[in-house]
Structure formats: structure tokens, C-alpha cells
């Protein structure tokens, strides 16, 4: 089973975090929760098993990147400066869930469809289109604070 799937999953931890060392620890991750429930998990959904283990701690991955810079930001004064951000700058907003930044991620770096994304994540289109609405308005609710205040 690892050798079968582990390209796959690792692609997609990849994707989620963006950081190659980090995927490859959710991917072992995954595999060895493979491992420990093999008894309980059914044979034909193997692959969206192991994709939604990933998707999880991706997920934590990202509360646990979150919870770190907000105490590295209440320790410095925060930067007001947007010129030359990558896209990845933009999703640091606080209100930004883990599952908002993997969408939009997934959507505006590697310019994926929302039915490729809803497959990745084993949500809906429904879903994926309402993460990304919701993170976008977030966006430009911050965007548009921080012109008039600047």
C-alpha cells in the first residue's frame, strides 16, 4: 500500500503545506495511521482515507503556524507593507482558518479548479466555492481597513 500511494499522498501534503520536509512528515504521518487502524479502514477507500488524514494535519500544521505567528507578532511591530508580497503574505490574516488558506491556496497559486481542489480535499464544489468566498471577503475586509487607516 505505501508504495502504491505514496507518490500521491506526498503530492498532496506538498500542496497543502507548501514545504517539502513538512509533507513528508504528515505523509509518514498518514501512513502510520494507516497502520495503527488497519483493521477499521475499508480496502476501496484507501486513497481518500489517507488524502483526509492528510488534509488534517495539514490543517494542524497550519493552526500550529497560526498560533505561532501571532506570538511572534505580539512580541514585533507589525509590517503595513504589501508591495512586493507573494501570494503566500496575503493569507496570514488571522481570521483566515487553515482550511481557508489550503483553498485559496490551491486555487491562486496552483491555479487549481474548484473540482480538482474539491477532490484533493474530499469536500464539495459547494464547499470549496463557499471557503473561498468567505476567505476572499476576509481579505478584502482587511485590505480596505488598513487603506483608510493607512
Not at 32 to 39: A, D, E, I, M, V
Not at 97 to 114: F, G, Q, S, W
Not at 121 to 134: A, I, M, R
Request: charged share 30%; net charge positive.
Amino acid at each position: 500500500m505505501y508504495r502504491r500511494y505514496r507518490d500521491t499522498v506526498l503530492r498532496f501534503a506538498v500542496q497543502c503545506v507548501g514545504r517539502r520536509e513538512i509533507a513528508e512528515e504528515i505523509t509518514a504521518d498518514a501512513f502510520l495511521r494507516l497502520h495503527q487502524n488497519w483493521k477499521t479502514v475499508d480496502a476501496e477507500k484507501l486513497p481518500a482515507w489517507l488524502l483526509t488524514v492528510v488534509k488534517n494535519r495539514a490543517t494542524d500544521h497550519w493552526r500550529r503556524v497560526t498560533l505561532e505567528k501571532r506570538y511572534v507578532i505580539e512580541e514585533q511591530p507589525r509590517k503595513r507593507t504589501c508591495s512586493g508580497e507573494s501570494f503566500a503574505g496575503l493569507f496570514e490574516n488571522r481570521a483566515l482558518k487553515p482550511i481557508h488558506r489550503i483553498c485559496l491556496t490551491l486555487r491562486y497559486v496552483h491555479e487549481m479548479t474548484l473540482a480538482e481542489i474539491a477532490a484533493y480535499l474530499g469536500l464539495s464544489e459547494v464547499q470549496v466555492k463557499g471557503h473561498l468566498q468567505y476567505a476572499l471577503r476576509l481579505l478584502r475586509k482587511q485590505f480596505s481597513t488598513e487603506e483608510s487607516n493607512g
